[in-house]
Nanobody, 121 residues
């Protein structure tokens, strides 16, 4: 079992930055690819970014160059640095642990509880 706890969401103006954190506990952190998904009201949960234990990263096209995913193995924590935020980035952001390096929500084994990010125009 893996427990994921997100923090760092909030309200920010367009063009601003936020850093999300996801603290993992439980089973071996390095066994999973870690990622972030987001869900806007009335929409499906969409892939944002993922990182392998080796450090390989993968991003959804609309966040490339603006968002950076990273992980600290010693702290069992994954981060999502979000810069140049846009109103369309507004969503609940979920931390995810996946057994495969995949953008599919169906491959996620564990989810965090979510943290709200709101970007005002």
């Amino acid at each position: 079992q893996v427990q994921l706890v997100e923090s760092g969401g909030g309200l920010v103006q367009a063009g601003g930055s936020l850093r999300l954190s996801c603290a993992a506990s439980g089973r071996t952190f390095s066994s999973y690819a870690m990622g972030w998904f987001r869900q806007a009201p009335g929409k499906e949960r969409d892939f944002v970014a993922m990182i392998r234990w080796s450090g390989t990263t993968f991003y959804e096209d609309s966040v490339k160059g603006r968002f950076t995913i990273s992980r600290d193995g010693a702290k069992n924590t994954v981060y999502l640095q979000m810069n140049s935020l846009k109103p369309e980035d507004t969503a609940v952001y979920y931390c995810a642990a996946s057994r495969v390096f995949s953008s599919r929500a169906e491959d996620v084994v564990y989810w965090g509880q979510g943290t709200q990010v709101t970007v005002s125009s």
